[in-house]
T-cell receptor
Framework: NAGVTQTPKFQVLKTGQSMTLQCAQDMNHNSMYWYRQDPGMGLRLIYYSASEGTTDKGEVPNGYNVSRLNKREFSLRLESAAPSQTSVYFC????????????FGQGTRLTVV | DQQVKQNSPSLSVQEGRISILNCDYTNSMFDYFLWYKKYPAEGPTFLISISSIKDKNEDGRFTVFLNKSAKHLSLHIVPSQPGDSAVYFCAASLPSGTYKYIFGTGTRLKVLA
C-alpha cells in the first residue's frame, strides 16, 4: 500500500546546483503530476504527464524539466537551482480518463541557498 | 489571476459544532470539484468531490455543496472533531482530457476541544 513515493524527503542545494526529484506510484495510474506548494499560494502545477510517453507544461514550468521514465515513474529535474525554487514539491497521480481524485506523495522540502 | 479562491486563510470552531469552509471559482468550464485535507509534513489526501451536474454530495460527516450560478462551493463538517484540524484545499478540474487540477490557497481549520 505504498501509493505515491517521493525521494528525497528533504534537500538543501546551493544556487546553481542541479538535482532530480524522484516519484514512483504503484497504483497503475496513467497520469502523474508535479506540484509546488508555497505559503499563501496553494499548490501550483509545474508539469504533468497524461500518459506514459507524454509530458506537458503546467502553470509554473520555468526552471524545471521532467521525464516520464515509464508508467510508474515521473521525475522532476532542476538544472540550475535558484532561491525562488525553495518550496515543498508534491508528486501526484490519477487514473486519468477524466476527472478523478489525485493521490499525493508525502512531499520533498527543498531549500536553495 | 487565481481561478480558485479560498478567501479565509483560517477558521476556528468548537468541537461538536459545524465547520464551513468556502471556495469560489471563476472558470465556468470547471466540471469537477474536490476537497483535500492536509496535515503538516504530509501530502494532501482526498476528502470528497462533486460533479458540476450535482449540487450536493455527502459522505459521513462531510458534505459538499455546489452553487453553480454563484460559482461557489462549500464544505460542511458536522460535527467537527479535533482530528479535523488541518489545512483544507479545494480544487477544480477542467473537462476530461486536460488533466489539470487547479487548487485554491487553502484554509487552516482549527477545531478547539
Amino acid at each position: 500500500n505504498a501509493g505515491v513515493t517521493q525521494t528525497p524527503k528533504f534537500q538543501v542545494l546551493k544556487t546553481g546546483q542541479s538535482m532530480t526529484l524522484q516519484c514512483a506510484q504503484d497504483m497503475n495510474h496513467n497520469s502523474m503530476y508535479w506540484y509546488r506548494q508555497d505559503p499563501g499560494m496553494g499548490l501550483r502545477l509545474i508539469y504533468y504527464s497524461a500518459s506514459e510517453g507524454t509530458t506537458d507544461k503546467g502553470e509554473v514550468p520555468n526552471g524545471y524539466n521532467v521525464s516520464r521514465l515509464n508508467k510508474r515513474e515521473f521525475s522532476l529535474r532542476l538544472e540550475s537551482a535558484a532561491p525562488s525554487q525553495t518550496s515543498v514539491y508534491f508528486c501526484a497521480s490519477t487514473r486519468g480518463q477524466g476527472a478523478t481524485e489525485a493521490f499525493f506523495g508525502q512531499g520533498t522540502r527543498l531549500t536553495v541557498v | 489571476d487565481q481561478q480558485v479562491k479560498q478567501n479565509s486563510p483560517s477558521l476556528s470552531v468548537q468541537e461538536g459544532r459545524i465547520s464551513i469552509l468556502n471556495c469560489d471559482y471563476t472558470n465556468s468550464m470547471f466540471d469537477y470539484f474536490l476537497w483535500y485535507k492536509k496535515y503538516p509534513a504530509e501530502g494532501p489526501t482526498f476528502l470528497i468531490s462533486i460533479s458540476s451536474i450535482k449540487d450536493k454530495n455527502e459522505d459521513g460527516r462531510f458534505t459538499v455543496f455546489l452553487n453553480k450560478s454563484a460559482k461557489h462551493l462549500s464544505l460542511h463538517i458536522v460535527p467537527s472533531q479535533p482530528g479535523d484540524s488541518a489545512v483544507y484545499f479545494c480544487a477544480a478540474s477542467l473537462p476530461s482530457g486536460t488533466y489539470k487540477y487547479i487548487f485554491g490557497t487553502g484554509t487552516r481549520l482549527k477545531v478547539l476541544a
